[in-house]
Nanobody
Framework: QVQLVESGGGLVQPGGSLRLSCAAS????????MGWYRQAPGKQRELVAT???????NYADSVKGRFTISRDNAKNTVLLQMNSLKPEDTAVYYC???????????????WGQGTQVTVSS
């Protein structure tokens, strides 16, 4: 069984910073991609940022220049550094891994349980 555990959410004032972390536990053969998504109340879940196994990154336009995604392959961990936070960044943030447990498996998506980020004065 693969589990993703997120940490680092909380309440921050506009202009502040937070760093989210997501670590995978369990038996994993390889991870193809990692990413962060978010869902605000009454809205659909949306992509925030992704990073591939070779380090290629992709960001939503709304977070470019403010958020940075990175990964630690040895620890099966993905980080999201969020700077210059705005009230519209308030949402539940979910991490996502595309991983497989055995070499003969296809990759499948795994999701974390979500961590709340609230940006408010």
């Amino acid at each position: 069984q693969v589990q993703l555990v997120e940490s680092g959410g909380g309440l921050v004032q506009p202009g502040g910073s937070l760093r989210l972390s997501c670590a995978a536990s369990g038996s994993i053969y390889s991870i193809k991609y990692m990413g962060w998504y978010r869902q605000a109340p009454g809205k659909q879940r949306e992509l925030v940022a992704t990073i591939t196994n070779i380090g290629s990154t992709n960001y939503a336009d709304s977070v470019k220049g403010r958020f940075t995604i990175s990964r630690d392959n040895a620890k099966n961990t993905v980080l999201l550094q969020m700077n210059s936070l705005k009230p519209e960044d308030t949402a539940v943030y979910y991490c996502n891994f595309g991983a497989r447990r055995y070499s003969w498996q296809n990759y499948r998506d795994y999701w974390g349980q979500g961590t709340q980020v609230t940006v408010s004065s």
